[in-house]
C-alpha cells in the first residue's frame, strides 16, 4: 500500500510524495482521509526547526494530528465499522518518514481504540477536535476538577483562544474578556468581548489564560492578576519561561501548565459539538489541496486573516 503525504523533508522544505505504508495488524483501522488541518502551534515550530526535541522527532517526517475521514477496511472484532467517519489524532502509518504526528497523508492505518466516531455532518469541521479537547482540557484539568474553571480573561483570539472563549459560554458563566493585539482578529467574539490589551486597566482577574505562546508576557500577567489568581500557560512556549518573584509573592500568584488532551477530553468535547452546545462555526478559513501544501503552510503560519488552513484530500 502506497499514498500521498506531506513531508517536511528539513526546516523550511516541503514536499508531496507517495511513501509506503504500514501493513495492518489485527486491530488496525484504514482511513480514506477527507482533510487534515495545519497547526499554527506545534506545526509552526516543526516547520521552523524551533521544535523542543521529543523523542521520535526527526526529519523527514510527517506532521499532523487533526484529520478525518472514512473508514475503508476495518477487522470484523472492531466496534469502528466501514463507512464511519472518524477523527484520527495522528498515526504511524508512513514507512520511509518519521511519523511524530503523521496525519497529513491521503490514508492512514491506525488501531481502532484511537480514533473518535464522528457525524458526518460535520465535515472538515471534525478536524478542530484536537483543539477543542485541548481547551477542554485547560479548563477542566483533565477532569481534576468540575468541567469549567472559568477565565475571566484569555490572551489571544486564535482558533484556542475562541474555543476556551465559547467553552465558557456554552457553559452559562460570566462571560470572559479576550486580548488580541491584531486588528482583523479582534473580530468574531461570540457573547463576549475582545479588546487591545491598552484598552484595559483591570488588575483583579482571577484566572489569565495565556494561549498565545509568548513567553514575554507571564510578569505582565501576573500584574493583572487579583490576589490568589492563576494563570494558566496553555499555549506552546518555545523560550524559557521567567518571572519576578516579589509581584507574585504579593499576589501570592498560582501558574499552573496545561498540557495536551487525553482521551477523555476528547469524547467529552465530541459530545458537546454533537449535542450543538459547543459551535465551531467561523473557525475553519481557508482550504487548499494537497498539490498546493507549500502556498497552504506560508497563508496558515504567515496572514493573520487565517485562523485554520484545512487540507482537502478528497480528490
Aim: proline share 7%; glycine share 10%; with cysteine.
Amino acid at each position: 500500500m502506497r499514498a500521498q503525504a506531506i513531508v517536511f523533508d528539513a526546516p523550511r522544505q516541503l514536499s508531496v510524495k507517495q511513501l509506503d505504508l504500514r501493513e495492518p495488524g489485527a486491530q488496525d483501522l484504514v482511513v480514506t482521509v477527507a482533510y487534515s488541518g495545519i497547526s499554527t502551534g506545534t506545526e509552526r515550530l516543526l516547520w521552523s526547526g524551533t521544535m523542543p526535541a521529543f523523542p521520535g522527532l526527526a526529519y523527514p517526517l510527517v506532521p499532523g494530528y487533526e484529520t478525518v475521514g472514512v473508514v475503508s477496511h476495518a477487522p470484523a472484532a472492531s466496534p469502528v465499522k466501514e463507512g464511519e467517519w472518524v477523527f484520527v489524532p495522528g498515526s504511524y502509518t508512513f514507512t520511509g518518514a518519521h511519523n511524530l504526528f503523521g496525519g497529513a497523508g491521503a490514508t492512514m492505518v491506525v488501531p481502532h481504540s484511537r480514533v473518535i466516531p464522528v457525524d458526518e455532518s460535520l465535515g472538515a469541521h471534525a478536524i478542530l477536535l484536537a483543539l477543542a479537547a485541548t481547551a477542554y482540557h485547560a479548563v477542566s484539568i483533565g477532569g481534576k476538577r468540575d468541567p469549567i474553571i472559568a477565565p475571566d480573561l484569555i490572551v489571544g483570539h486564535g482558533v484556542m483562544g475562541r474555543l476556551l472563549a465559547r467553552l465558557v459560554v456554552a457553559a452559562g458563566l460570566p462571560a470572559p474578556t479576550v486580548w488580541e493585539t491584531q486588528p482583523v482578529r479582534q473580530l468574531g467574539g461570540e457573547g463576549y468581548r475582545v479588546i487591545h490589551p491598552n484598552e484595559d486597566s483591570r488588575k483583579d482577574y482571577q484566572a489569565i489564560y495565556d494561549v498565545s505562546g509568548d513567553a514575554s508576557l507571564l510578569n505582565g500577567l501576573i500584574s493583572r492578576l487579583a490576589h490568589g489568581g492563576e494563570v494558566v500557560l496553555a499555549g506552546f512556549y518555545t523560550q524559557d519561561l521567567s518571572f519576578s518573584y516579589p509581584p507574585a509573592f504579593m499576589r501570592e500568584a498560582q501558574i499552573r501548565v496545561a498540557t495536551e488532551w487525553k482521551k477523555p477530553d476528547l469524547l467529552a468535547i465530541t459530545e458537546l459539538i454533537h449535542s450543538g452546545r459547543l459551535s465551531l462555526d467561523g473557525l475553519l478559513t481557508h482550504t487548499q489541496t494537497p498539490d498546493k501544501a507549500l502556498e497552504a503552510y506560508e497563508v496558515a503560519f504567515g496572514d493573520p486573516h487565517c485562523l485554520k488552513m484545512v487540507m482537502d484530500w478528497r480528490n
